[in-house]
């Protein structure tokens, strides 16, 4: 078993964000779990059932491999970038987990530190 791309704390911030984004900032997280061809559709119909398909998605993915995690990316860049960046808000957390995993959301893109 390897290193992770991106740790666990990073995966439940990212998630955080995601839900507060929904819940407070009008991004649609079931159109955003549509685009990425991993969610069956009546998975997406209801709801109170489009929590339940992301949370099942972040616990399928393979946080080693690349190109599992390519995917849900787009899902968390446009959930921070639809969130107001303030002191307050889980966008330090974000990127502080992101950071250490050696990586930045910069212009939009999550890109990966120099080292």
Known sequence: MGVPILREETVEAFRECVLIAEEMHLFHLSAALKDTGLVKPEDL??????????????????????????????????????????????????????AHDGFQIKEGKLIQLPL
């Open 45 to 98: 119909s209801d709801p109170s059932r489009v929590r339940v398909a992301f949370d099942g998605l972040l616990k399928a993915i393979d946080w080693n491999d690349r190109d599992s995690i390519r995917p849900i990316i787009p899902v968390f860049v446009d959930a921070y970038a639809e969130s107001p960046i303030d002191f307050h808000t889980i966008h330090q957390k974000i990127d502080v987990e992101l």
